[in-house]
């Protein structure tokens, strides 16, 4: 939803922007940001979910901040390793249902219903690993202090032992 209007100038075009991390093999693009070009030939930037818009795109970048919430991911995804020397996939979300993203509504609404219940079922798999990989940590951490606490009164044990046998 950016804006169809700007200082009263009319909105003509409404498209994606290359981010600065594009190569000539790989392009990567803004997910959240259009360049917006208006009917007196100037370009601006807008945000896709408000009317934000600005001449400058790190002004739009950071108004992005305030889209964000508690419970959701960070504007910024962590760093994925490097792709290897094979020819990247151009959709990593269809190819890999693991495959973690920031969903936005329009991006969901461009789905089949077999694409979403693909993912839907992907997420619950998602969940169920991270819900096992939880409970095998918590009974790793529950062994491992049993194990400390065992080998504190072993040394304990043995310190008196020790003093008892000092001449």
């Not at 950016?2 to 409404?14: P, R």
């Not at 007196?40 to 009317?51: F, L, R, T």
């Not at 996939?89 to 920031?102: F, N």
Request: aromatic share 2%; proline share 8%; glycine share 2%.
């Amino acid at each position: 939803m950016t804006a169809t209007t700007i200082n009263g100038v009319q909105v003509l075009e409404s498209e994606a922007i290359e981010a600065p991390i594009s190569t000539p093999d790989r392009r990567v693009y803004f997910k959240q940001i259009r360049r917006l070009l208006l009917a007196d030939g100037a370009e601006h930037y807008g945000c896709i979910h408000c009317p934000f818009t600005s001449p400058k795109i790190g002004l739009v970048r950071t108004h992005l901040k305030e889209h964000r919430t508690r419970d959701t991911t960070p504007a910024t995804p962590p760093k994925s390793p490097k792709p290897s020397k094979a020819k990247p996939s151009p959709t990593p979300a269809k190819t890999d249902p693991l495959h973690v993203s920031t969903i936005s509504v329009a991006s969901l609404s461009s789905l089949n219903l077999g694409e979403l219940v693909e993912r839907a079922q992907a997420t619950n798999q998602a969940v169920k690993q991270r819900d096992l990989a939880r409970k095998e940590r918590d009974a790793a951490r529950e062994a491992l202090t049993s194990w400390m606490d065992r080998a504190k009164q072993a040394e304990h044990k043995l310190s008196e032992v020790q003093r008892a046998l000092q001449p």
